[in-house]
């Protein structure tokens, strides 16, 4: 199955639209409630969204592959909280790795990053979280649709073997009677025979 955030131009959409309102509503948050600057918060938010944004399109992966369905429900939770923890692990390093290139001089701000760190690493594990829940949902309605779709279909095949089987058992009366009757036309009416041999080839089945 492809990943539907890169093949699906709607959902990739919406997907960004809702990453650039985290973005907004974090950069407002960390200014009005942290008393962060602007620039700083602006700076902030779009480093540490947009790298989960890139690293939240990846999760589609090891949702795809480790299911329910493949796995005990044990090591599908393990494998995930492992994930989890280093997936937020690796993006606090990378974000405040880029963060204090940019603005290491400003000594407030960098304070600020640090006493952060461990909020924002929850809040990786929230992000994990939601999208591998929303990658499972995908996955599984998914499933259900070619599921029910190949139900329908099966039940058509057994619907027109059910209706070829009953034909079969007709025919053969069908065909007595009709040759009966061509029998019977063949001296009164030759004409007539012959339309109705044809009409009978036409309905016997291949």
Do not use: C
Not at 91 to 117: C, V
Not at 140 to 145: E, G, I, K, L, V
């Amino acid at each position: 199955m492809y990943n539907p955030f890169l093949k699906n131009r709607k959902i990739l959409i919406s997907y960004l639209f809702i990453w650039l309102i985290i973005i907004a509503a974090h950069s407002a948050v960390q200014y009005f409630l942290f008393n962060a600057g602007l620039s700083e918060s602006v700076t902030d938010s779009i480093v540490f969204n947009l790298l989960y944004l890139g690293i939240g399109l990846s999760l589609w992966y090891p949702a795809r592959f480790i299911t329910f369905e493949n796995y005990e429900p044990v090591k599908v939770i393990t494998n995930h909280i492992v994930s989890a923890l280093v997936t937020s692990g690796i993006w606090i390093f990378t974000g405040y790795s880029i963060l204090s290139l940019f603005l290491e001089n400003n000594e407030k701000y960098m304070l600020y990053l640090k006493d952060s760190l461990i909020y924002r690493f929850a809040e990786g594990l929230a992000f994990y979280l939601v999208i591998t829940v929303i990658n499972y949902l995908i996955i599984y309605y998914t499933n259900f649709r070619e599921k029910t779709l190949k139900e329908a279909e099966l039940k058509a095949l057994v619907k027109e073997a059910e209706l070829r089987s009953l034909k079969y058992q007709i025919n053969p009366h069908f065909i007595f009677n009709s040759l009966n009757s061509i029998s019977s036309l063949t001296t009164t009416n030759p004409e007539k025979a012959q339309e109705m041999t044809i009409k009978l080839s036409s309905f016997i089945p291949d």
